[in-house]
């Protein structure tokens, strides 16, 4: 909203502000973990072959890309608090659909519901990220993105529990979505309510993203390929190309969640030093040379490595493009939308794209193209500038404001 940035906040309630925005980033990426430790359970329940349930899980990034436009209107409607809480609740209610559905049809539409909220409370989330890393006048976006990692690694945990248990996963979802819902409502009580000025003409209940969104964008793209690539293929690579045990392959997996939350919730302090330019550019080499030791080992060990090297290279690039965003244009949630849109349809195509290139030549091709796309990030880092100096500015000003800071 362009007239947020007329509300006047104490430090205290933006500081308060921040770790309620943390929180409501954790409570997000639990419902996404909850949800795909239980994957295996939903398929047995709806009776789906593994190519109907690749289908079915494609319509969550499809509801999710038809509704991101919709959350900047829902915004400007009701004010961030009140379009979060409602949002944030419809997410995590949500994941009691999926376990419910008994067949192919209603498994799509379930998904299809599951990525529209999913969506729409991401947009939300990540518009009020932004505000708050623009009145602390530093970078915390990163550290929010970490927070919904560690989120979906406790959610991870959960489900990995009531797995082994041989729980329900109906009874396990209605648990969890209960709890994080619960926990949703209450931690919104504390993040900024922002509203539109009397004069702000309300954006388009359906938009197509703005052109600025198009580049930033397009840098999200090659980030979150390399991470769908990464999270959906590193087992199999271990497997198929250097004959690893299972154990030894899922735990590269791991290995590479843990590195990307690690890197996110210690990357602000790497952009607040170098900034979102130079920061990019750096870890495209990293997540370069991460790829090019994939493509070359010749142990498991060095492609463990590897996929560190490509996690801790990639894990600050997506919050680093929701903030440049947000930076963007008169309406930060229509941007933020935008790039939101395009990096899940990358992690949409990633896998399958992967698997395409896989079957045709070889996996070990299919990470040369991962590792290009890297370099990319190199290149075309210089798109992130956006309101560079603007956020030192912001910095700079907030340095001056009396009263206790974070």
Not at 207 to 223: D, E, N
């Given at each position: 909203m362009s007239g947020a940035g007329d509300v006047v906040h104490t430090p205290a309630e933006v500081r308060r502000a921040?770790?309620?925005?943390?929180?409501?980033?954790?409570?997000?990426?639990?419902?996404?973990?909850?949800?795909?430790?239980?994957?295996?359970?939903?398929?047995d329940h709806a009776g789906v072959s593994t190519?109907?349930?690749?289908?079915?899980?494609?319509?969550?990034?499809?509801?999710?890309?038809?509704?991101?436009?919709?959350?900047?209107?829902?915004?400007?409607?009701?004010?961030?608090?009140?379009?979060?809480?409602?949002?944030?609740?419809?997410?995590?209610?949500s994941l009691i659909l999926p376990a419910l559905a008994p067949n192919l049809p209603l498994l799509c539409l379930a998904m299809f519901t599951y990525g529209a909220t999913a969506g729409m409370a991401d947009v939300a989330m990540n518009a009020l990220g932004v505000e708050v890393e623009r009145r602390l006048g530093r970078s915390i976006m990163s550290g929010l993105h970490g927070m919904w990692s560690a989120g979906a690694l406790i959610g991870s945990a959960g489900g990995t529990l009531a797995a082994h248990l041989g729980s329900d996963a109906r009874l396990h979802h209605a648990l969890a979505a209960a709890v994080l819902t619960v926990v949703g409502l209450v931690v919104c009580r504390?993040?900024?309510?922002?509203?539109?000025?009397?004069?702000?003409?309300?954006?388009?209940?359906?938009?197509?993203?703005?052109?600025?969104?198009?580049?930033?964008?397009?840098?999200?793209?090659?980030?979150v390929f390399a991470e769908g690539a990464s999270l959906d293929w590193s087992a199999v690579y271990l497997r198929d190309r250097l004959a690893s045990s299972a154990g030894v392959a899922a735990a590269c997996t791991t290995g590479f969640m843990l590195t990307m939350a690690v890197a996110r919730i210690a990357g602000d302090a790497v952009v607040n030093r170098f900034g979102p330019v130079r920061t990019v550019r750096a870890g495209g080499a990293l997540a370069a040379l991460g790829g090019l030791l994939i493509v070359l080992a010749g142990h498991p060990a060095v492609a463990i490595g590897g996929f560190g090297l490509m996690g801790l290279g990639i894990a600050a690039v997506v919050p680093l493009c929701f903030a440049a965003a947000g930076r963007s244009g008169p309406n930060p949630s229509q941007a933020i939308a935008g790039v939101a849109t395009i990096t899940y349809?990358?992690?949409?195509?990633?896998?399958?794209?992967?698997?395409?290139?896989?079957?045709?030549?070889?996996?070990?091709?299919?990470?040369?193209?991962?590792?290009?796309?890297?370099?990319?990030?190199?290149a075309f880092a210089g798109v992130l500038r956006t309101g560079e100096r603007t956020g030192a500015k912001v910095s700079a000003q907030a340095a001056s404001v009396p009263g206790p800071r974070s």
């Open positions: 921040r770790y309620a925005v943390a929180a409501v980033f954790t409570v997000h990426g639990a419902v996404t973990g909850s949800f795909a430790t239980r994957v295996p359970w939903i398929q190519g109907q349930l690749g289908f079915a899980l494609a319509f969550a990034a499809f509801g999710a890309a038809c509704a991101m436009p919709l959350a900047g209107s829902i915004t400007h409607r009701f004010g961030s608090r009140a379009a979060l809480r409602a949002l944030l609740a419809l997410w995590t209610l504390w993040v900024l309510d922002l509203r539109p000025t009397e004069d702000e003409e309300p954006p388009p209940r359906f938009t197509l993203p703005p052109r600025s969104a198009l580049l930033i964008g397009a840098v999200g793209f090659c980030a349809a990358s992690g949409l195509i990633a896998p399958s794209l992967i698997g395409g290139v896989a079957q045709a030549t070889s996996l070990t091709v299919s990470f040369g193209v991962v590792t290009v796309l890297a370099c990319g990030l190199v």
